[in-house]
């Protein structure tokens, strides 16, 4: 389906994910219900990097990220939502032009006072054609329509950009409890299994000590990742791994994997703003 001048409609509801409203809500909370749970959990999230491939193949990392979710519901009011751009190249970050999102779930409104305020930002710019068909963003909707029931979100595709710029996004929008910061990113792609698992492992290494990625071949959001990564710094957050597997753990062949990891940042006490 096409975006309207007023709605981003689904894309990939049917591919990526199912189209059939009752099959999907059955698919999340299914999905949902057997994430795995820290053994010691870090504290209240206040940003996660989750994966965006199919929901057969990284649907359990997601689900283990988002199910740290659930006591927020009715305190997270916005979500921003920040992934890697795959079909049109865009400068900077773009903000889709519409006044809302749908999904099979239903209609999640854009934050225009978020928008209008980051527009000022020399590195906001607005494309239809790079959220029309990207997947990044659309695939994580459902979760968030499930464990938080009504928020607004400010969707953004990171296009050619520095992390700096994606830092001082994020920043304008930190907010306090009522906003969550999502950012969407697989890890390797297409290596054998094992030499996957290496790689993976010392990127989520590098994460977990707030030090901000190489190459996009390390992850597909390494630039929106290493924006966050430096707002985490700021912010004194801490990162929690939560999982990490590849497709070959999930539902594809260990010839050819995409690796998935799903991270919970929260703030320490005494830092929280």
């Known amino acids: 389906m096409r975006a309207t001048a007023d709605t981003r409609t689904a894309a990939v509801a049917g591919l990526f994910y199912p189209g059939d409203?009752?099959?999907?809500?059955?698919?999340?909370?299914?999905?949902l219900a057997a994430a795995a749970q820290p053994k010691s959990p870090a504290g209240t999230p206040k940003a996660l990097i989750v994966p965006h491939a199919g929901y057969v193949y990284s649907g359990p990392v997601a689900a283990t990220a988002y199910a740290q979710l659930r006591p927020l519901r009715g305190?997270?009011?916005?979500?921003v939502l920040l992934g890697p751009v795959h079909r049109v190249p865009v400068q900077g970050l773009a903000l889709p032009g519409t006044q809302a999102f749908e999904t099979?779930?239903?209609r999640i409104p854009i934050d225009r006072e978020a928008v209008n305020q980051i527009l000022a930002l020399r590195q906001v710019t607005t494309s239809a054609a790079a959220h029309a068909l990207e997947h990044s963003l659309e695939v994580q909707l459902p979760f968030l329509q499930e464990v938080l029931g009504d928020f607004q979100l400010v969707p953004l595709?990171?296009?050619?950009t520095t992390p700096e710029a994606v830092a001082e996004v994020i920043e304008a929008l930190w907010g306090g409890p009522e906003t969550l910061i999502v950012v969407s990113s697989d890890l390797s792609h297409y290596l054998p299994y094992q030499a996957a698992q290496q790689i993976d492992k010392q990127t989520c290494t590098a994460i977990a000590r707030l030090q901000t990625l190489d190459s996009h071949e390390q992850a597909c959001g390494a630039t929106p990742v290493n924006g966050l990564l430096l707002a985490a710094?700021?912010?004194?957050?801490?990162?929690q791994l939560l999982d990490l597997r590849n497709s070959g753990d999930t539902a594809g062949d260990r010839e050819?994997?995409?690796?998935?990891?799903?991270?919970?940042?929260?703030?320490?006490?005494?830092?929280?703003?």
């Not at 409203?21 to 999905?31: G, P």
């Not at 595709?157 to 050619?160: E, F, T």
């Not at 710094?233 to 990162?239: V, Y």
């Not at 050819?256 to 703003?273: I, K, P």
Request: aromatic share 6%.
């Open 21 to 31: 409203v009752a099959v999907l809500a059955r698919e999340v909370q299914t999905l």
């Open 75 to 79: 305190i997270i009011q916005r979500v």
């Open 104 to 106: 099979p779930l239903g």
């Open 157 to 160: 595709a990171v296009g050619d």
């Open 233 to 239: 710094r700021h912010h004194h957050l801490t990162p």
């Open 256 to 273: 050819r994997v995409v690796g998935y990891a799903a991270f919970a940042f929260t703030e320490e006490s005494g830092h929280a703003h």
